[in-house]
């Protein structure tokens, strides 16, 4: 295995004392580099006559890695390391969200007319006419976000508390690529029954619920019966958003090779949620050649030990991962570190192209094949083509909030891939550019506006 590339989640803010001469910057700064570090800023804090302070920000690869940085510092003659910050951590403290009021309470008058007496017209006209709840409350531009930790990032099981921060960090996306105010709602139970009667009991403040980091079979239980019983959108992002990225990126990856989505063998390892969004929405694309593996080897007929979403892709071949990617044009990986292997990668036909998602170290590392694959993306920031569901749901949200849609449909997440892929243009797009920066600001308004057309197209919009 490559050793992953230092990157900013394993920053790192080191206030050192040097001695104010020439060349002692040089001599810690070379140490840094020798232990592997990335330095991002130096800042002088405090200069005198015979020391001078500074805060050295460095990036590393891993807590062990930070740790032999800092190490190596404290080695140093005549260097004194006076503190150590992890700037994650400190990013984190006391939580990356609040709720603001958009309106000044400055006097008597606005209390009256935003809260008692004057509030209670309002609440009035909304029992009367409860379609008003839109236009004179947070529902209309508000998400529930909602989780029970189950199966959070590639960590698994830390439950409510432990996925709390993932939740507030997507509340910070909702926020900044789709101007929605969404909050993190962390549920206490694993409960299939009971998690859906919660968002059921919850639903009437908000839009739409956005369903994360819940582990397989039950996402799909709980997102189908929430669809079926509410009559605001339910998005599973772990699935759909996976999906979504996914297809708009393989698009553009097929436009390289020459290839079209019906004539590919397309080969998906990771049966869970991701994974099996990730094949229905490539069929719905047009993919008919989808072969998909679970940490026990190709979805075959021939298992006995396969959930009813794992028999509705089984076929007739066995065997390994190996064995399936042998002659694939496409791999997707959405399962586990270093599950592929070089000469696995050179099995498959010309022109591979290879989506190695897993985070935060890929079923393959990229420098392995650089020489060996047509295109290549994975799911981190370091590398390009990073699938990134930020591209999706955020766009996603923001159309059926605008357009009242009371479902999400298939076509919805259609439209929004091909909106995605469509923002490269052929010029630009190359084996290192098929799919836009999620900072890209065109982003979320082109799924927004590529959403609602299908949305309307179905018959789910009310506006």
């Known amino acids: 295995m490559v050793s992953l590339t230092p990157n900013p989640s394993f920053s790192l803010m080191v206030r050192v004392q ?37 805060d050295i920000t460095i990036e590393a690869s891993s807590v062990e890695h930070a740790e032999a940085i800092v190490t190596a510092l404290k080695g140093l003659e005549h260097i004194k390391v006076l503190n150590v910050s992890d700037r994650t951590f400190n990013l984190h403290r006391g939580g990356k969200i609040s709720v603001q009021s958009k309106i000044s309470l400055k006097n008597q008058s606005d209390l009256a007319m935003a809260y008692t007496p004057g509030v209670g017209r309002i609440c ?13 409350t947070i529902k209309s531009n508000t998400v529930a976000i909602v989780t029970d930790g189950s199966a959070v990032l590639g960590l698994g099981n830390l439950g409510p508390a432990g996925a709390l921060p993932v939740m507030e960090g997507k509340a910070m996306l909702f926020k900044e690529f789709g101007g929605i105010d969404a909050f993190p709602i962390c549920l206490s139970t694993q409960d299939t029954d009971e998690i ?19 582990s397989a079979p039950r996402c799909f239980e709980i997102e189908a019966r929430l669809q079926r ?47 099996l969004a990730i094949a229905r929405l490539l069929q719905k694309a047009g993919a008919t050649q989808i072969v998909i593996c679970d940490s026990r080897g190709i979805l075959s007929h021939g298992r006995s030990d396969l959930t009813d979403q794992k028999k509705e892709f089984a076929i007739d071949q066995s065997g390994s991962l190996a064995d399936a990617m042998v002659g694939a044009d496409v791999f997707m990986g959405v399962s586990a570190p270093g599950v592929v292997t070089v000469d696995m990668v050179k099995s498959m036909a010309t022109d591979p ?13 990229p420098e392995l094949v650089t020489d060996d694959v047509a295109v290549m993306a994975t799911g981190r920031s370091d590398y390009p083509n990073q699938i990134n569901n930020v591209l999706a749901f955020p766009g996603i949200f923001r159309g059926a909030l605008d357009c009242g849609a009371k479902t999400m449909t298939t076509t919805m997440f259609l439209e929004a891939a091909g909106a995605i892929a469509s923002l ?40």
């Open 18 to 54: 040097l001695p104010n001469q020439a060349g002692m910057l040089a001599y810690v700064t070379m140490a840094i580099g020798e232990a592997g570090g990335n330095i991002d800023q130096i800042e002088v804090i405090e200069r005198t006559l015979k020391t001078i302070i500074r």
């Open 124 to 136: 009035t006209a909304i029992a009367e006419d409860p379609s008003k709840v839109y236009s004179l």
């Open 196 to 214: 859906v009667q919660t968002v059921k009991n919850i639903a009437p403040v908000f839009g739409g619920v956005n369903l994360e980091d819940i």
């Open 229 to 275: 019983e509410l009559d605001i959108p339910i998005f599973h992002d772990d699935q759909h958003g996976t999906a979504i990225v996914s297809l708009a990126a393989l698009y553009n990856a097929l436009k390289l090779v020459n290839k079209s989505m019906g004539s590919v063998r397309i080969v998906i390892n990771g049966a869970g949620a991701a994974g």
């Open 353 to 365: 192209i290879v989506f190695a998602m897993a985070n935060p170290i890929p079923e393959i590392q």
């Open 424 to 463: 490269i243009t052929a010029a630009d797009l190359n084996r290192e550019y098929i799919v836009p920066s999620v900072f890209d600001e065109r982003v979320a308004t082109a799924v927004s506006a590529a959403v609602q057309r299908a949305a309307r197209a179905d018959g789910v919009a009310t506006r």
